[in-house]
């Protein structure tokens, strides 16, 4: 009986560590590929702002461009 249940009891722990590192890696591999491919780059900020009807400076993109930077750490 004891068999039995230390059999299970490793089935359990090893799936739970599985899908526990399986999700560090997931997230570790997201932030990656965020970071050389962001969402939202110089070009999408400036076709945004001028589509909202203002004529956006370089200054102005810089500064949301940091924002977003800053936000996504």
Do not use: D
């Not at 939202?40 to 589509?51: A, Y």
């Not at 400076?57 to 977003?68: D, E, P, R, T």
């Amino acid at each position: 009986m004891f068999t039995t249940f230390a059999f299970w009891l490793w089935i359990v722990v090893a799936i739970l560590l599985g899908a526990l590192l399986g999700f560090f890696i997931a997230q570790r591999q997201m932030k990656k590929y965020l970071q050389k491919n962001p969402p939202i780059n110089e070009e999408v900020v400036r076709t945004m702002m001028m589509q909202m009807g203002r004529t956006p400076s370089q200054k102005q993109i810089n500064q949301v461009m940091k924002s977003i930077n800053q936000n996504m750490k």
